[in-house]
């Protein structure tokens, strides 16, 4: 019995040690970050599918979005990897501007693209996310999966809760996103978990003017 208590309390030591040490790789996570982004200007963080080939009229969106935000005075951040976060980069970096990718270390799909100036990867989730928020003027969704949608609900959720000052967040892509936005106001909206005011927490639009001209004009 006592050597069993001995294995026990060893084990529990042992994971005692392995989560100290992890806080302290969280908090290297957090300082790496806040030195490399602090003297950033204004930017815009763009969310969207990694999956997006270059040929689709999305990547090419992106694309063009990053350019007239760059001719606006304004720097693009992404999560650093391929699809519309490349073309996000892509864009940004042609026309000269401020161009960072805040990679993340999964099993697929997540390579750093070569068009942000400024790489940073991360191991967790939410210290990257805390880097999008806290250097961005506004936020950009183009179409993705289950982690763009995360992303969005949680810009909106950050905002209708007070946790963050309001700034726009812009859905591109109204074919994709009309589905979407009709179950909020049906299902949501009309049974009550949300209020009428937190549809105007986000917009929707297909033309890249529009992004940028939604995002100056809030600022003014």
Do not use: H
């Not at 009309?190 to 939604?214: A, M, N, Q, Y």
Request: hydrophobic content about 40%.
């Amino acid at each position: 019995m006592a050597a069993e208590n001995e294995a026990v309390n060893g084990q529990v030591e042992k994971l005692y040690i392995q989560d100290t040490w992890r806080v302290f790789r969280i908090i290297s996570e957090f300082v790496e970050g806040f030195e490399e982004l602090a003297a950033l200007g204004n930017c815009v963080t763009i969310f969207g599918s990694a999956r997006t080939k270059e040929s689709n009229p999305e990547y090419l969106l992106a694309r063009q979005i990053g350019k007239e935000l760059v001719n606006e005075g304004y720097g693009v951040i992404t999560g650093g990897g391929s699809g519309i976060m490349e073309a996000a980069n892509r864009g940004a970096k042609e026309a000269g501007g401020t161009s960072v990718g805040l990679n993340i270390n999964l099993p697929f799909e997540q390579k750093p693209n070569p068009y942000a100036d400024i790489q940073i990867e991360f191991r967790y989730f939410f210290v990257r996310k805390v880097m999008f928020v806290k250097y961005a003027k506004a936020f950009v969704i183009l179409p993705g999966g289950f982690g763009t949608l995360d992303e969005l609900f949680e810009s909106i959720t950050l905002i209708q809760t007070y946790k963050i000052s309001k700034f726009p967040v812009i859905l591109v892509g109204k074919e994709y996103w009309s589905g979407l936005f009709d179950w909020i106001k049906r299902t949501m909206l009309d049974g009550g978990k949300i209020s009428e005011d937190d549809l105007l927490l986000f917009s929707i639009t297909d033309d890249p003017k529009s992004v940028v001209r939604t995002i100056v004009d809030f600022y003014k």
